[in-house]
C-alpha cells in the first residue's frame, strides 16, 4: 500500500502494477496505446475520474517517447506532418483542459467521460471484432482493404496547400490541424493518447502511406500528451506524481513482454477477444447511465 | 504509550481542580478536563488513515450528565447535484450549494444525542453533521431542502467522512465512547485515508438535563510528511514545474525503456 499524495487515498501498489502491467502488455501484444483501457481502470479501481485522465496522459507520453525511439532509427517519422498535426494538437489540448476544468466544475465531467468512452469503446471494439472476423473467414482482400488508400480525399481539394516530401504529399494544411485538435481535445478529456483514431485518420483522410503513420502518430501523441500533463498540473492539479510513476513502470514492463510475445503470435483472436471486451465496457458504461440509481443524490465537493 | 499515560495523569490530577471551582454558571465554559492522545498526526506515504482518541474527566463528582464528544475536520463548501432524467439518460441536475459543510465530522456520545440535547441544542453548537451544514443557494422548486442535506449527509457518511456512535464501541468496528469509574472517559474515532489532511478539532461538552454544563476545545493537527508533503507542495505551489518534472519523468522512463529494449 501507498498513499497517493494527490488523489489522497492508499492504493495497493501490487495492484496498480498489475494492472499497468496488463494494459502494456496488452497494447504491446496488439499495437494500440492502451490509454483508453486504463483510463477506465484506473476508475473502476477507484482512482477520482479527474486523477486518472490526467495522470494516464503521463503513462501514455512515457510509452510513446519510447516507441519514438525505435520508430525515428527506421525513420518513418514525417517530421513536417507531426509538426502541424502537433500544432493542432497543441490547440486542442488547451480547449480540451479548459473544457475539462469547466465541466469538472459544472458536475459534468463524470457524464462526458462516460458518453465518449461509450462511443469509443463500442466503435473501436464493433471495428477490432468486424475486422478479425473478416480475416478469420478467409483472409481475403477485405481484411487488407484497411490499408488501401483511396485515391483522392477532401484534403487535396482545400486551399493553403503544402508539400510533404517524407510521406510523398501535396495537400492541405487544415485537415491535418483540424484532426490534431480533435485528438488533442478528445485526449485532454478521455486521457487516451488517440492513436487509435489518429491512425486510421492518417490513412483515409490524409492518404499518409503506412509505413509513416506509426511514427508521426507517436510524435503528435508524445508532444499533445506532455503538453496535457504541464496543463492539468498547472490548471486542475490533478497529476498524481506517485501514480503517474507507477503507472510508467508497470506500463512499460508490460509493453515490452507484449511485445516481445506478441512478434511471434497472430493477432486476429486477440484482437476478436480485446474487441468483445471493449464492447463489453462499454455496455456497462451505457448500463450505468440508462438503469436508474439507486442513491438519487450527488455529491460534488472534494472532486 | 508514555505520552498516553502522561496525559490519562494529567486529565486526573486537573479533575479535582476544576471541580472545586464550583459549578460552571454557563455554556461554552472551557473547563471541562480533557486531551487526546495524538496531537499531531503525519501523513507519509504508508499512511492508511488513523484514529484520535480523546480522553476526558466529567467535573461532577457525582458523575451526573452526558458526555459528547465532536471530532471536527474544517468546513467547506460542498455541491449536492440530484439525478435526472434526460433522454433516458440519468444525468446530473438540480445543484443545491452549501456555503459551508464540514469536510469530516465524528460525533459521540454515552447514550442517543436527542436523549441528551434538545433539538435546539444540537442547532445550536452544531452537534450533528446536518446541523453544520449552511444551505448557500436556493433549493429548486422540485426538490426538498432537507432532502439535499440529508443526501449529504448519507453521502458523507457512506464515504466514511461523517460518524456517529452513540454508547460505547461494538466489537466488529472499533470507534466509540467508553466511560470508566471515576468519570473519565475515553472516546475513539476512526480517521479513514480520504478524510482531510489539515487542522481538526476535538470538541467535548458536559450536558445536564438537556442544558450545556461546560465544553472544551483541542486541536488536533494532521500534516503532510516527508516526500508526501514535498509532492503536495510543488503540485499546489508550482503547477508548470511540477507538470515538466512529470513528463521528464515518463520520457525518462520511455528512454530507458527503448533503450532496455534495443539492447536485447
Redesign the interface.
Known amino acids: 500500500?501507498?498513499?497517493l499524495?494527490?488523489a489522497?487515498?492508499?492504493v495497493n501498489v501490487l495492484l496498480i502494477l498489475l494492472v499497468s502491467g496488463g494494459v502494456g502488455f496488452l497494447s504491446g501484444l496488439i499495437g494500440v496505446g492502451g490509454g483508453f483501457i486504463m483510463t477506465p481502470a484506473l476508475i473502476f479501481l477507484g482512482v477520482p475520474a479527474p486523477v486518472a485522465v490526467a495522470t494516464g496522459a503521463?503513462?501514455i507520453?512515457?510509452?510513446?517517447?519510447?516507441?519514438?525511439?525505435?520508430q525515428t532509427r527506421r525513420r518513418s517519422v514525417d517530421w513536417h506532418m507531426g509538426l502541424l498535426l502537433s500544432f493542432g494538437g497543441i490547440l486542442g489540448s488547451v480547449c480540451g483542459v479548459w473544457l475539462f476544468e469547466r465541466l469538472l466544475h459544472l458536475?459534468?465531467l463524470?457524464?462526458i467521460v462516460s458518453?465518449l468512452y461509450l462511443v469509443l469503446l463500442a466503435g473501436v471494439g464493433l471495428l477490432m471484432v468486424r475486422e478479425s472476423y473478416h480475416i478469420w473467414r478467409g483472409r481475403q482482400a477485405k481484411g487488407v482493404s484497411i490499408l488501401r488508400r483511396p485515391i483522392k480525399t477532401i484534403a487535396h481539394n482545400l486551399p493553403f496547400r503544402m508539400r510533404f516530401p517524407r510521406s510523398g504529399l501535396y495537400i492541405s494544411v487544415l485537415p491535418p490541424l483540424g484532426i490534431g485538435f480533435v485528438i488533442g481535445a478528445l485526449s485532454a478529456i478521455m486521457g487516451i493518447g488517440g492513436g487509435f483514431i489518429l491512425i486510421p485518420a492518417m490513412i483515409y483522410l490524409l492518404r499518409m502511406p503506412t509505413n509513416v503513420v506509426i511514427g508521426t502518430s507517436l510524435f503528435q501523441v508524445l508532444i499533445t500528451t506532455?503538453l496535457i500533463?504541464?496543463?492539468?498540473?498547472?490548471?486542475t492539479?490533478t497529476?498524481d506524481?506517485?501514480l503517474?510513476?507507477l503507472l510508467?513502470?508497470g506500463g512499460?514492463i508490460g509493453?515490452?513482454l507484449g511485445?516481445r510475445l506478441g512478434a511471434g503470435l497472430k493477432s486476429e483472436h486477440l484482437r476478436a477477444i480485446l474487441g468483445a471486451l471493449l464492447l463489453a465496457a462499454s455496455a456497462k458504461f451505457l448500463w450505468d447511465?440508462?438503469?436508474?440509481?439507486t442513491?438519487?443524490?450527488?455529491?460534488?465537493?472534494?472532486w | 504509550m508514555r505520552r498516553l499515560a502522561a496525559l490519562l495523569a494529567l486529565v486526573l490530577i486537573c479533575a479535582p481542580a476544576s471541580a472545586q471551582t464550583g459549578a460552571p454558571t454557563g455554556p461554552n465554559v472551557a473547563d471541562l478536563p480533557a486531551g487526546v492522545a495524538e496531537d499531531s498526526i503525519t501523513?507519509?506515504?504508508?499512511?492508511?488513515?488513523s484514529s484520535v482518541t480523546v480522553f476526558g474527566v466529567n467535573p461532577d463528582r457525582q458523575g451526573r450528565g452526558d458526555i459528547v464528544v465532536v471530532v471536527r475536520g474544517p468546513t467547506?463548501s460542498?455541491?449536492?447535484?440530484?439525478?435526472r432524467r434526460v433522454f433516458?439518460?440519468?444525468?446530473?441536475g438540480d445543484?443545491v450549494r452549501f456555503s459551508e459543510?464540514p469536510?469530516f465530522f465524528a460525533v459521540l456520545s454515552n447514550r442517543p444525542l436527542r436523549s441528551i440535547a434538545s433539538a435546539q441544542s444540537i442547532w445550536r453548537y452544531q452537534l450533528d453533521p446536518a446541523a453544520s451544514a449552511q444551505l448557500a443557494s436556493a433549493v429548486p422548486a422540485t426538490g426538498d431542502p432537507s432532502?439535499?442535506r440529508a443526501?449529504?449527509v448519507?453521502?458523507?457518511r457512506a464515504q466514511g467522512l461523517y460518524q456517529e456512535y452513540s454508547g460505547r464501541d461494538a466489537p466488529d468496528r472499533p470507534g466509540g465512547l467508553t466511560m470508566y469509574e471515576g468519570g473519565l472517559f475515553r472516546a475513539v474515532v476512526r480517521l479513514p485515508?480520504?478524510a482531510?489532511?489539515a487542522q481538526y478539532y476535538a470538541d467535548t461538552y458536559l450536558f445536564r438535563e438537556g442544558r450545556l454544563i461546560s465544553a472544551q476545545r483541542i486541536p488536533i493537527s494532521i500534516t503532510?510528511v516527508g516526500?508526501?508533503r514535498r509532492?503536495?507542495d510543488l503540485?499546489?505551489n508550482f503547477?508548470?514545474l511540477?507538470?515538466?518534472?512529470?513528463?521528464m519523468?515518463?520520457?525518462v522512463?520511455?528512454?530507458?525503456?527503448?533503450?532496455?529494449?534495443?539492447r536485447t
Do not use: C
Open positions: 500500500m501507498i498513499y499524495p494527490i489522497e487515498m492508499p503521463s503513462q507520453a512515457a510509452t510513446s517517447f519510447s516507441g519514438i525511439m525505435t458536475g459534468q463524470d457524464l458518453l506532455s500533463v504541464v496543463l492539468q498540473s498547472a490548471a492539479k497529476v506524481l506517485v503517474a510513476a510508467m513502470l512499460v509493453a515490452q511485445a447511465l440508462v438503469i436508474a440509481p442513491e438519487q443524490y450527488v455529491l460534488r465537493g472534494l | 501523513v507519509s506515504s504508508d499512511y492508511r488513515g467547506d460542498a455541491v449536492v447535484m440530484r439525478k433516458g439518460l440519468w444525468v446530473n445543484p459543510a469536510t432532502a439535499y443526501a449529504l448519507r453521502l458523507r485515508a480520504n482531510p489532511i503532510r516526500i508526501e509532492i503536495h503540485a499546489t503547477g508548470w511540477y507538470g515538466l518534472i512529470t513528463v519523468l515518463a520520457l522512463s520511455g528512454w530507458i525503456a527503448a533503450f532496455l529494449f534495443r
